[in-house]
T-cell receptor, first 114, second 112 residues
Framework: SAVISQKPSRDICQRGTSLTIQCQVD?????MFWYRQQPGQSLTLIAT?????????ESGFVIDKFPISRPNLTFSTLTVSNMSPEDSSIYLC???????????FGPGTRLTVL | KNQVEQSPQSLIILEGKNCTLQ??????????LRWYKQDTGRGPVSLTI?????NTKSNGRYTATLDADTKQSSLHITASQLSDSASYIC???????????FGKGTMLLVSP
């Protein structure tokens, strides 16, 4: 299994500011994903973080709002830009390894926007 | 559109009792079905994963079943414990894709 850490674990931010969330994995992985989980809802995929190229965004999510970096096979960042209260959610990093057929999730970052 | 429906939405049971959670899906072509447990404020943790040819899989007190013909799965929890209180999420994978379709989860509360 993969051990995933996220920073920060939680944050309270002001409207209009931006927050960058970090995801670190203890081993090299092929696929890394970013999800959003709004209160009382299940997980929604934001994008697939591609190493060495631009992220692949799902419908309804755009790079200007959620820029993603993936400089190597163990690390990725997600930025939530120009935040509004509607961005208040848990943001989760997930990975799929080379020889595994399951996805492992990080502990999540709980974001509250005032 | 691929969908995963879970029932019940929430459930309260007494400690020591058994319970069964349901999952119906429309994902096609099917690759695998996963059950995750998500404690409040934590990320989901995988309990079981089943492919097309597997009918049942156990992980301790958790037993998952899969009927690929009717596109139904269940998660049975035996001799429930307080620590089983969590959201249980059914997730289905489409063949050829890494993206997943998530159910909304069943919120289980085990009461002493």
């Amino acid at each position: 299994s993969a051990v995933i850490s996220q920073k920060p674990s939680r944050d309270i931010c002001q409207r209009g500011t931006s927050l960058t969330i970090q995801c670190q994995v203890d081993s090299q992985v092929t696929m890394m994903f970013w999800y959003r989980q709004q209160p009382g809802q299940s997980l929604t995929l934001i994008a697939t973080a591609n190493q060495g190229s631009e992220a692949t965004y799902e419908s309804g999510f755009v790079i200007d709002k959620f820029p993603i970096s993936r400089p190597n096979l163990t690390f990725s960042t997600l930025t939530v830009s120009n935040m509004s209260p509607e961005d208040s959610s848990i943001y989760l990093c997930s990975v799929e390894g080379y020889s595994t057929d399951t996805q492992y999730f990080g502990p999540g970052t709980r974001l509250t926007v005032l | 559109k691929n969908q995963v429906e879970q029932s019940p939405q929430s459930l309260i049971i007494l400690e020591g009792k058994n319970c069964t959670l349901q999952c119906n899906y429309t994902v096609s072509p099917f690759s695998n079905l996963r059950w995750y447990k998500q404690d409040t404020g934590r990320g989901p943790v995988s309990l079981t994963i089943m492919t097309f040819s597997e009918n049942t899989k156990s992980n301790g007190r958790y037993t998952a079943t899969l009927d690929a013909d009717t596109k139904q799965s269940s998660l049975h929890i035996t001799a429930s414990q307080l620590s089983d209180s969590a959201s249980y999420i059914c997730v289905v994978s489409e063949k050829g894709y890494s993206t997943l379709t998530f159910g909304k989860g069943t919120m289980l509360l085990v009461s002493p």
